[in-house]
């Protein structure tokens, strides 16, 4: 029974990391061109970001290879910017955009980078384990039409309900 409770609970942490069908990370992924700060443009909502603006994520190596993980973003309700800090690790390789991030000890959530602009690093279409996490980034607060697009287009085609997507404001910065 033990033994089974110990599985139990690996497959359940183990379940939070997995790939949605048909979702692929993006081969070849150059970390060192990805760390910076990035704007949320768009994203599915969940509870960790509701009621958020101003969303932006940045990312620096750590020594161990892993992500240094900033998440911040502006609160109207609260009138305050609130910050989480995480740490991402490869899952399989560093050439593959395939993470997993932890804001929370030992749990560990899915960040897969699914596109990626690979001659600039100016965007990334991002899905997390199962197709209730998704995010468009951006080096900028703004993107053409046609990233939206595409990033819908392509969504859209892997099964995410784009109707629901949040397109974050970026207008007017605040510190």
């Not at 497959?11 to 692929?24: M, N, R, Y």
């Not at 020594?63 to 609130?82: F, M, T």
Request: net charge positive.
């Amino acid at each position: 029974m033990k033994a089974f409770k110990i599985l139990s609970l690996i497959a359940l942490l183990s379940g939070c990391t997995g790939i949605p069908e048909g979702v692929t990370p993006v081969k070849p992924f150059e970390v060192h061109r990805y760390v910076g700060k990035w704007y949320e443009i768009a994203r599915l909502d969940h509870r960790f970001e509701r009621g958020l603006s101003h969303v932006t994520a940045e990312y620096s190596s750590n020594p161990d290879g892993s992500l240094r993980v900033i998440n911040s973003g502006y609160s109207v309700e609260a009138d305050e910017r609130k910050q989480a800090e995480g740490k991402a690790k490869f899952v399989r390789g560093h050439d593959e955009g395939y993470l997993k991030v932890s804001f929370f000890g030992p749990f560990y959530g899915s960040y897969i980078i699914f596109e990626l602009d690979q001659k600039g690093y100016e965007f990334a279409f991002i899905s997390g384990n199962d197709r209730n996490y998704l995010w468009l980034l951006a080096r900028t607060p703004t993107v053409t039409d046609k990233v939206k697009s595409d990033f819908i287009n392509k969504a859209k085609a892997l099964g995410f309900d784009t109707k629901q997507l949040i397109f974050v404001d970026q207008s007017n910065p605040i510190q």
